[in-house]
């Protein structure tokens, strides 16, 4: 429930509505659609401007008592009705698709964005946080697309259209109705703007309390442990409250703007009324003329009402956008270079050159210092030390989830920074301390090594691992759903299945940090066994806490507070009768 509201990714506000640029480049791949749309606009909005001026003359010829003619202009009206209905049907569909089409199109770009993003980005941001952004912020902008634009669009053609026709019906009732606009336009920008601010804040609310909900109930057992579920409830209910607040003077600015948009423009009208029947009553306006000049005049004046809604409706759709721009533009501070190496069979040569590295959220403190170490192709290592030595931060830097401050770290005699991440890293194979299990069936958490291997496969795997035991004894076997992050395992079944996950990958390199650290000990010998197998051929470095791993590598490396403080045998070590002897001594005895 950490609240880091100061490590955000930065955000550049453009300060209007230009942030829904960003859409742009989403929008234009469907041209088709979007013109296709524009003519069903075009064509409800020309219908509804030529509705009013058939209402006139069924209104001044209605005393002509012309039946005939009636009939005709009531035969005409029901066409024009009726083609109005169909592409106002069309424009809704043809615009509610743009806007699914789109929207699922940025989710699935913002997920790829950051599904690629190494640690260093999810520091700074809780992962609920990008959700909320990719689901709830998405779907402001589906409101936008799907609706707002063409509402706003089919009101600006109104709108004008609208005022073309007032003019021609009577310009002296036009230019007096058009005295109160900029009355109306001012407080729409003025309040519109303070509107923009309270929707991104409020989005931001949001996120952070779907940042702080996914973090507690990822803790659930731990928060309920220590019956702290009233500290979990307090501080997600107070960024509700928060979030409340702000919508609330969101809306409550709205209300505001709608009362004064409203009560303006229908103002404006009445009075034009006033003059207007005033003309007819001296005759110099026939009554019809007035009828369609009023039609018009609501048509304007209902244009003006819904663009000054839409505008708050943009005004938020802008502060989601910027919000997923973020997001989007986030460049990683690891990138692929341009023109990688190839590296076409991984021998498994490992080379650090005098490492120095300190992790981007604590420069000052460095995890390691100056460490040089060469690995031949097939060689076991196993790392020793104290807990916060450096150990597992040597596997981040080789996966190359982080860069060395300086030196250089290489595979096969290349660089990591000349190579593709994606490629070399189908060269290695890890087992973390904590094995991250998906909620899926056992057989899909195995093949997550690789994906195109057989079911036998998998179940050769499982079986090195010492894993088919107890998978098969689940009532399901191998197709047994796990839960989420594997909950319904045990710490030694989770253990068992990512090591078979690595004997599944087969890859030259091979990274365990404290692979068989949750088995009991009858277990361990079994997967011990299985993981020595495994390592024969391959390059393996190994974080190693019990004797037995330690003793069956070829070689030791001692780290502590980020330093290679020695090297050797078991024997070679103990002999040196240093922080190795002490290690072995406490840790191993048992
Ligand atoms: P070991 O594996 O030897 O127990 P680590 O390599 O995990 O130690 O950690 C080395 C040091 O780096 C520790 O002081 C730890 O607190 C720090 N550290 C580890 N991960 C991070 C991180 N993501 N950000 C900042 N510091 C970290």
């Known amino acids: 429930m950490a609240s880091n509201d100061n490590q955000k990714p930065e955000r550049v506000s453009s300060g209007n509505l230009g942030a829904l640029t960003a859409i742009w480049p989403f929008l234009k791949k469907y041209t088709g659609l979007m013109g296709f749309a524009l003519i069903a606009l075009i064509l409800t909005a020309a219908i509804s401007l030529i509705l009013p001026l058939a209402v006139r003359r069924v209104v001044d010829e209605f005393g002509v008592q012309n039946t005939g003619l009636l009939d005709q202009y009531f035969g005409s009206a029901l066409i024009v009705v009726a083609l109005l209905a169909v592409g106002t049907g069309f424009r809704y569909y043809l615009v509610s698709r743009l806007g699914e089409r789109v929207v699922s199109d940025i989710r699935n770009v913002v997920f790829k964005n950051t599904i690629g993003m190494s640690p260093s980005f999810f520091e700074k941001i809780l992962t609920g946080e990008v959700l909320s952004r990719i689901t709830t912020d998405t779907t402001l902008i589906l409101t936008v697309i799907g609706s707002s634009i063409s509402v706003a669009l089919r009101n600006v053609l109104l709108f004008f259209g609208g005022f073309l026709m007032m003019l021609l019906t009577s310009n002296k009732l036009t230019a007096l109705a058009f005295l109160i606009v900029p009355v109306v336009i001012i407080p729409i920008i003025f309040l519109g703007r303070r509107l923009r601010a309270l929707s991104q804040e409020n989005q931001d609310h949001i996120a952070s309390s779907s940042g702080n909900a996914s973090e507690a109930f990822l803790g659930v057992q731990t928060v309920q442990a220590f019956t702290n579920e009233n500290l979990a409830i307090d501080s997600f209910s107070n960024l509700t409250e928060k979030s409340y607040t702000v919508a609330l003077r969101r809306v409550s600015i709205r209300a505001l703007m709608t009362v004064i948009v409203i009560f303006l423009i229908f103002a404006g009208i009445i009075g034009v009324l006033w003059v207007g029947a005033r003309d007819v009553q001296s005759q110099t306006m026939s009554a019809g003329e007035l009828v369609q000049f009023l039609i018009y005049a609501i048509m304007v004046g209902g244009s003006v009402a819904a663009l000054s809604e839409i505008w708050g409706e943009l005004q938020r759709a802008a502060g989601a956008m910027e919000r997923l721009a973020e997001l989007l533009n986030t460049r990683d501070n690891i990138r692929d270079p341009e023109q990688p190496k190839m590296l076409n069979n991984i021998n498994g040569k490992i080379e650090l050159k005098d490492v120095n590295f300190s992790y981007p959220s604590r420069p000052d403190g460095a995890a390691l210092k100056g460490i040089s170490l060469v690995i031949d192709p097939g060689e076991t290592i196993a790392i020793v030390g104290p807990s916060g030595a450096g150990k597992s931060t040597i596997f981040q830097l080789l996966l190359r989830f982080y860069d060395p401050l300086s030196g250089e770290i290489m595979i096969d005699d290349v660089s990591l920074r000349d190579l593709n991440r994606g490629d070399f890293r189908k060269g290695i194979a890890l ?120 003793q069956s590598a070829d070689r030791i490396i001692v780290i502590d507070d980020g330093k290679l403080i020695a090297e050797g045998t078991h024997k070679s070590l103990i002999a040196q009768d240093g922080l190795y002897a002490k290690l072995a001594h406490l840790q191993f005895s048992a």
């Not at 395992?489 to 996950?501: E, H, M, P, V």
């Not at 000990?521 to 997967?527: G, L, P, R």
Request: cysteine-free; charged content about 25%.
């Open 431 to 550: 087992v973390s301390q904590d094995p991250i299990i998906f909620a899926t069936t056992i057989l899909e958490n195995i093949k997550f090594g690789r994906p195109d291997a057989s079911d036998e496969d998998i179940k050769v795997a499982a079986r090195s691992a010492s894993a088919s035991d107890f998978i098969e004894e689940l009532p399901l076997g191998y197709s047994t759903y796990v839960g989420e992050r594997g909950m319904m395992l045990s710490g030694g079944q989770k253990q068992r299945i990512a090591i078979a996950r690595a004997i599944l990958r087969n890859a030259p390199i091979l990274l365990l940090d404290e692979a068989t650290s949750a088995l009991d000990s009858e277990n361990e010998v079994v997967v011990q066994a299985a993981v020595e197998e495994l390592s024969r051929k391959k390059t393996t470095l190994v974080i190693a806490h019990r004797l037995s791993t330690v």
